[in-house]
């Protein structure tokens, strides 16, 4: 496993999967992933937040879109400024549009 994605990968998974199954079943499926029950118990409880009826299925899912911005990075790793991303606090979408902006600023303070 790479230790490093391997628990924002489990907390898609887990919102994936809460989407689907009630608490008890989610848990009994992530014994695949995790063998400690105390860890187990506080992802469920993670994901399962905010239910009135955790044996329902549904839950938070703000993990998969965390998890989505991870991935689209790293498939842009090799070509991204991650300084200017940083800084310009925009989305990877932005990125080009503000460094643009930003160039041709610098372009007209030159000028004038």
Known sequence: RE???FQPALL???????SIVGFSTLNSEM???LDQPDRR???CVRVKRGLEDTTQ??????DQAAWDG??????H???LDVVRLHSAKVSLEQLAHAVREREGAREGAREG
């Open 57 to 62: 299925r549904g839950g938070y899912a703000k």
């Open 41 to 43: 118990w506080l992802e």
């Open 70 to 75: 991870l991935v689209r990075l790293l498939w």
């Open 3 to 5: 230790k490093l994605l």
């Open 77 to 79: 790793r090799r070509a």
């Open 12 to 18: 898609y998974w887990s919102a994936w999967r809460a």
């Open 31 to 33: 014994l695949r992933y």
